[in-house]
């Protein structure tokens, strides 16, 4: 299966500043997923990038507030823009591997706003 | 839209008890369904991945087993450790091919 190596994985921000989240995948992949889990809650999709095409974004996500980069087939950002404490959260990025391993997700990004 | 629900929403059991946790699902018309373990504050680590064809998939101490005209998948943990305290995750497809969690079940298992 796919390993990504995703960074940073804990931060604490101030209110009113961005963060910017990076995932490095080991093999090329058509989309990646970046997924948040507010405290004590299951995981939301948040938008999927696609290389070369603007990210899809899940109701209740805007792109002003999460922009995404897909450069290439290997790498992509979210960052978390205008942070409210709100935004304390886990954010996960995920790929689909080959039929026999399913999803394969990132270590995470704890980020706390302050 | 697809739901995933878990049940319990918790469990504590002593170490060395086999144990089942649950997993429901709305849309039966699925590809694929996914169990996953997250440490506190950690990424998931996939631990099994059974096919719509499979009715079973064993890892280890690890079974899951699918029926989808129930929409139901159990994931059995045999002679449970300390270690393999954590929550689990299922996870299944749904529209737009996203994918859909439940609200996972967190273990704990009592040396």
């Known amino acids: 299966s796919a390993v990504i190596s995703q960074k940073p994985s804990r931060d604490i921000c101030q209110r009113g500043t961005s963060l910017t989240i990076q995932c490095q995948v080991d093999s090329q992949v058509t989309m990646m997923f970046w997924y948040r889990q507010q405290p004590g809650q299951s995981l939301t999709l948040i938008a999927t990038?696609?290389?070369?095409?603007?990210?899809?974004?899940e109701s209740g996500f805007v792109i002003d507030k999460f922009p995404i980069s897909r450069p290439n087939l290997t790498f992509s950002t979210l960052t978390v823009s205008n942070m409210s404490p709100e935004d304390s959260s886990i954010y996960l990025c995920?790929?689909?591997?080959?039929?026999?391993?399913?999803?394969?997700f990132g270590s995470g990004t704890r980020l706390t706003v302050v | 839209k697809q739901e995933v629900t878990q049940i319990p929403a918790a469990l504590s059991v002593p170490e060395g008890e086999n144990l089942v946790l649950n997993c429901s699902f709305t849309?039966?018309?699925?590809?694929?369904l996914q169990w996953f373990r997250q440490d506190p504050g950690k990424g998931l680590t996939s631990l099994l991945l059974i096919q719509s064809s499979q009715r079973e998939q064993t890892s280890g101490r690890l079974n899951a087993s699918l029926d989808k005209s129930s929409g139901r998948s159990t994931l059995y943990i045999a002679a449970s450790q300390p270690g393999d305290s954590a929550t689990y995750l299922c996870a299944a497809p749904g529209e737009g091919n996203q994918f859909y969690f439940g609200t996972g079940t967190s273990l704990t298992v009592i040396p």
């Open positions: 995920s790929v689909e591997g080959r039929e026999d391993y399913g999803y394969t």
């Open positions: 990038a696609n290389q070369g095409s603007e990210a899809t974004y």
């Open positions: 849309d039966s018309a699925i590809y694929n």
